[in-house]
């Protein structure tokens, strides 16, 4: 049996997308391999948001071939799209794929190795036209599935390379993501997780559907549990968005809102395309009908421009919103982005210190958001058993640990909450 690895850098999108071949490689009866074992063919899923992203591609590029000079090396995703003619001047590098043609990947590696060629098949971003369907229907977690519904993106953050990696909005037909829900169902899955590059926009390129829909047509799937948004634009939210979430009793609450900035001139440098006073107006709403939900948030520290009274709004407006979660950047210029041409930038130290800050915050909003479930019961789908403790999360994302005398993983169990420990809590089985 021919073998093949993959290594996959970025997002849950390169994830989902990575698992999507790995399904196309098993049909031709091909052994799937851990990336640091002997293969035939090596996949690298690459990413390229930050420069440094791109030397960890051409790292593990270099790396597959050391492990196997014999094999077929295959680079696929946003790097290659970016940068075709710099991953093809890599002497390890046979095939280059962009973010399209995935479902060539087979015949194209078994091709190379037949023939000995070398295939650049990237291209124009521009050219995209339409959601190219690649599913799956196994994953390594039994309990919670990815899935990919949208692709693209047309915000173009100044900061941001991947409308130039991903091209347009593609919207997956509302058919193909009604039959993979139920296929993952039939395979035991409990929570789906929709994902894409911009998800908000799901429906614009189709026309009169939209997200709403999407999360419709799942929550009547027998065996689907939850459905669980990935990071969405604060414009979706509105009443009548939340009220569709409510009424199918399957979402979680809990949102990841990317806020970036709490000021709103660095907003506008950003071209985030909302202000402070409308990002607050958005979670209002949400916990006016979530009102214990999680809302977590990324935000991106020491960005050109950005002064110590604007870092300070940022601050305060975190302060006033508390987050249950924040990851925290410091700003990198990413070459081909129009921030990275922007004259002020801010020195490292300065991002340091504003990022300590921030972080430190975090850890004590994190803890407060946690501890306002002590004594109480929340339903926990447990995904996992380590040493004595059942693993899983809350709806509202909370990692929670419990012991129990059966086994309960892939199982929604309600759970006392009995003690906040490091970010976890640690919880009672009701039965």
């Not at 995935?102 to 590696?109: M, S």
């Not at 693209?152 to 130039?164: A, D, E, K, L, V």
């Not at 993501?177 to 296929?183: G, R, T």
């Not at 929604?412 to 976890?424: C, F, L, P, R, S």
Request: proline share 2%; aromatic share 8%.
């Amino acid at each position: 049996m021919d073998r093949v690895a993959f290594h996959t850098l970025g997002c849950k999108v390169n994830q989902y997308e990575t698992e999507a071949m790995e399904k196309l490689f098993q049909e031709k009866d091909y052994e799937i391999v851990l990336e640091n074992e002997v293969a035939d063919i090596y996949i690298i899923n690459t990413c390229t948001v930050t420069n440094l992203s791109d030397r960890k591609s051409r790292q593990f590029i270099r790396r597959a071939k050391r492990t196997n000079n014999d094999s077929v090396v295959a680079v696929v995703g946003c790097y290659s799209q970016v940068s075709p003619d710099d991953v093809e001047s890599i002497e390890e590098v046979d095939i280059v794929i962009g973010t399209s043609d995935r479902n060539k990947i087979v015949e194209l590696c078994e091709e190379a190795r037949q023939k000995n060629k070398k295939f650049n098949i990237v291209r124009d971003i521009n050219t995209y036209d339409g959601f190219e369907e690649i599913s799956v229907d196994e994953m390594e977690s039994k309990t919670r599935a990815y899935m990919k519904i949208q692709d693209g993106c047309t915000q173009f953050c100044t900061y941001c390379i991947i409308p130039y990696a991903r091209g347009p909005i593609r919207s997956r037909k509302i058919e193909d993501i009604i039959n993979e829900a139920e296929n993952l169902a039939n395979k035991g899955f409990k929570e789906i997780i929709l994902t894409g590059i911009h998800v908000a926009s799901y429906g614009k390129d189709l026309g009169n559907i939209d997200l709403k829909d999407v999360i419709k047509e799942i929550s009547i799937i027998d065996g689907i549990e939850r459905i669980r948004l990935s990071s969405i634009e604060p414009n979706l939210i509105d009443d009548d968005f939340m009220r569709v979430l409510v009424d199918t009793d399957k979402v979680c609450n809990h949102f990841h809102l990317s806020l970036q900035s709490g000021s709103n001139p660095i907003l506008r440098r950003m071209n985030r395309r909302y202000t402070r006073e409308e990002f607050k107006e958005k979670i209002d709403i949400i916990r006016k009908y979530m009102p214990d939900a999680g809302i977590t948030t990324d935000i991106i520290v020491g960005f050109p421009g950005e002064t110590d009274e604007m870092f300070e709004e940022t601050v305060e407006l975190v302060k006033d919103i508390r987050f249950s979660k924040i990851h925290v950047f410091k700003y990198s210029p990413r070459e081909g982005t129009a921030a990275a041409r922007f004259k002020d930038q801010i020195n490292g130290n300065i991002k340091n210190e504003r990022s300590k800050t921030l972080i430190e915050l975090e850890e004590k909003l994190s803890n407060e958001f946690n501890e306002k479930f002590i004594d109480k019961n929340i339903d926990v789908l447990y995904e996992e058993k380590r040493g004595n403790y059942y693993e899983g999360y809350t709806s509202n994302y909370i990692r929670m640990k419990s012991k129990s005398s059966s086994d309960i993983i892939n199982s929604i169990v309600e759970t006392k909450v009995i003690e906040n420990e490091k970010g976890n809590l640690i919880g009672e089985i009701r039965r």
